[in-house]
């Protein structure tokens, strides 16, 4: 095997029979003649033994037509015969793989993309050419020649405008048309007048024409534009990639006595749900049978697991974590508590629309300014001369002269290069603007459940406790997939686990784990239901033999790793928080433990009011959370990020996501975001000072397009040159990079 | 002058020849996945587009 060795472990730790088959139905589509197709998300694919052993082990499967697996997005692709769906999880979890259903009727097919690809083949072409005739046109080429080269240069520049051109009209139109200008408006006025007059030029056999212009700058703006896009798209698909928490669907018991798998938002109130372990409560309800243990972190950030009977009510979102549970539905999905969550998300992402990219706010004081020079240029020449043919093309030289091709490479260059930096330390960034509002941050506020803490629960002082004892309750642990067994079986070398060999290994839910061995009946779970005589029920396990302890464990929410040092860095130059939902205990002691401040027990509105509070201060809040109880509060600070465990719904709200463990990537981030915005400024001041230089020369009159073309062309590469300054010479260094563990979602410590 | 009635033309198509191929080649998808074809030319077994 090679890098995929991790990926086993997830196989044995989740190895439950939960019925999926409604779900992958319900996300299926039908391609054609009786062909059903599945998108399955993968995230533990990394390279080609792993395509290979996947794309084997489904197409192994009876009814699977064909299988195959996308490297870049992590993805499975698989077309089946209509008909019960093949096992494909449960297939792809025995061949060592996690997978969750990927709902392909969600995305809308980024067209946009595309469209960019195929208007830049397309003005590359063309710049080409263009370019290739007018060197000769330049290098004194006769008359006859040179109005031939002329027009075959009209002809390719003309479906060229038209065809990629579009991209930069339809945005400018659009701004217009709301009375508004953007980038795109000089962009357009520039091209189009610069074709028009080489157009009047090649028809009155003239000697100067810019058609190599307009399409150069159509390239070299298309080429920015296409960074931009891609930059956003790949970390959009690496987010998307990641498993999908939110649960589709559930499986309803019918009055008549027959289960029926139903989609979230089909499930009314009154209905009575069918929940296995290791499945999420799709919507608000009330436990009618069954025990089990809960994990809410997620939801309302309290970090330890807690134990339900019948009567207990849930929350949509919380994790069942031990038992079977019946429960009875009592809120729809719109009513439920994650529907709140979203409707507060929206409220606050509203609030949060008015920030302007800086290159949407340096071209609305450079497309004025640039129309203006122009103009007077125009009315100088003519009132100078009285040509009114040399004083248009003069103006329409300025025009083309200024055309911001080096703004418009300035920013996005710098922004490709900063997410290139970023996705080497496993930090996705979702779009430039991001990266600019991170830049100007000066409060940092952060969720403790899964943020600060890893979520996971520590075996703690495990060295005190009796070796023995410990190989024995990791031995039962293994059975079990509640949070604290998980931990007792970390805390154990794996070499060392006894190959215990019970006769009977039972789970009760919501008390413990019973093993009988021999004659021995041992017990690990809550106190008071493992030993015989216990009047104290303290947090933590117990192992009892025959009702005597054997040993008690406790355990805590692990700090991050990097979390001292992170913090360290930005005390310096940050005012930090703590905001949790948990209680006021597990928040206090992990505040005192790092020196912050905090509020514990805050409802997710609490969140959202706290930071806006602090940004009528004046400050500019950084939120860093992972709970569904965030995602508003995500929303709603000035920049946001996300670990990669995060619910799906606070991974979609935050600007950045990081996929390693260490929370130095706070610090790292920051670092980057204030770099890449220095390189955006000094980049402008390039682009503003090579117009400094050029447009005086353009309104003497002394451009002509060979000077056009040389000044566009360097002004383009020094600004990419300087951008260029933020990639590569620096690799995250070696002491981060073996702290952090490169697989993201596979979060077991190996105490 | 008579040799560019031949040599633009043949400049021109060879560049749409170019672009043609690169325009066939996006829609097919063959750019769907480049890091998935870099690990599939070290897979022995026969390898089919869907």
Known sequence: MTCCTSAGGIALTVANDINKDGEVLLASRLVGDGIRQTDLSVPSIHCGACIHNVEAALNALPGVETARVNLSTKRATIRWHDGAPPPFIETLRRAGYEAHVYDAGAEVKDTAFSELIRALAVAGFAASNIMLLSVSVWSGADAATRDLFHAISAAIALPTLAYSGRVFFRSAWRALRHGRTNMDVPISIGVLLAFGMSLYETATHGQHAYFDASVTLLFFLLIGRTLDHLMREKARTAVKGLANLASRGALVLQPDGSRVYMPVNEIAAGMTILLAAGERVPVDAQVLAGHSDIDSALLSGESAPLATAPGTALQAGVLNLTGPLTLVATAAAEDSAFADMVRLMEAAETSRSTYRRIADRASQLYAPVVHATAFLTFVGWMVATGDLHRAVTIAIAVLIITCPCALGLAVPMVQVMAARRLFENGILLKDGGALERLAEIDAIVFDKTGTLTSGVPRLIEAAAIDAKALQIAAAIAVHSRHPYSRALEAACPANRVQPLEPDAITEFPGCGMEARVGSHLYRLGRANWALTDSTTDDAGLVLAKDGAPLARFQFEDRLRGGTHGALATLRKGFDIEILSGDHDAAVGRIAGELGLRYSAGMPPAGKVARISEIETNGRKVLMVGDGLNDAPALAAAHASMAPATAADIGRNAADLVFLHESLDAVPRAIGIAREAARLVRQNLILAVGYNLIAVPVAIMGYVTPLVAAIAMSSSSIIVIANALRLGGHRRPDKSAASSAKRTPLNIVEHA | ?50
């Open chain 2, 1 to 50: 002058m008579d040799d560019f009635l031949f040599l633009v033309p043949v400049a021109l198509l060879l560049g749409l020849a170019g672009l043609g191929a690169f325009m066939w080649a996006l829609g097919n998808g063959q750019y769907d996945d480049l890091s998935g074809a870099a690990e599939r030319i070290l897979l022995d077994d026969k390898d089919v587009p869907l």
